[in-house]
Nanobody, 125 residues
Framework: QVQLVESGGGLVQAGGSLRLSCAAS????????MGWFRRAPGKEREFVAG????????YYGDSAKGRFTISRDNAKNTVYLQMNSLKPEDTAVYLC??????????????????WGQGTQVTVSS
């Protein structure tokens, strides 16, 4: 069973950058596609980005395109989310998860599992 731990969140001014990490504290994620989601107050969980098991394919939600980059280092059992040009509306808890569907480009949370607890990102205006 994979257990995921997110880190790297914090308070940043609009226009700034953060890099989030998602590390497997138990188990290995090297054979799994992975995804990042976010949950803003009063809103449903939103897909942010996904990456194939070897990092060769990446895809993004509309809010992340052109500003965020997902990557992974399987030797470190870690997935990253580089976030640039942050906006106040990016404020949310960011969570990573394992792609359980195993095919295609899943973007809905029911296709993912082994959720981490999340890391808070707050962007001030």
């Amino acid at each position: 069973q994979v257990q995921l731990v997110e880190s790297g969140g914090g308070l940043v001014q609009a226009g700034g950058s953060l890099r989030l990490s998602c590390a497997a504290s138990e188990g290995s994620i090297s054979n799994y596609a992975m995804g990042w989601f976010r949950r803003a107050p009063g809103k449903e969980r939103e897909f942010v980005a996904g990456i194939s098991w070897n990092g060769g394919s990446k895809y993004y939600g509309d809010s992340a395109k052109g500003r965020f980059t997902i990557s992974r280092d399987n030797a470190k059992n870690t997935v990253y989310l580089q976030m640039n040009s942050l906006k106040p509306e990016d404020t949310a808890v960011y969570l990573c998860a394992v792609d359980r569907r195993g095919s295609g480009w899943p973007t809905i949370e029911s296709d993912f599992g082994s959720w981490g607890q999340g890391t808070q990102v707050t962007v001030s205006s």
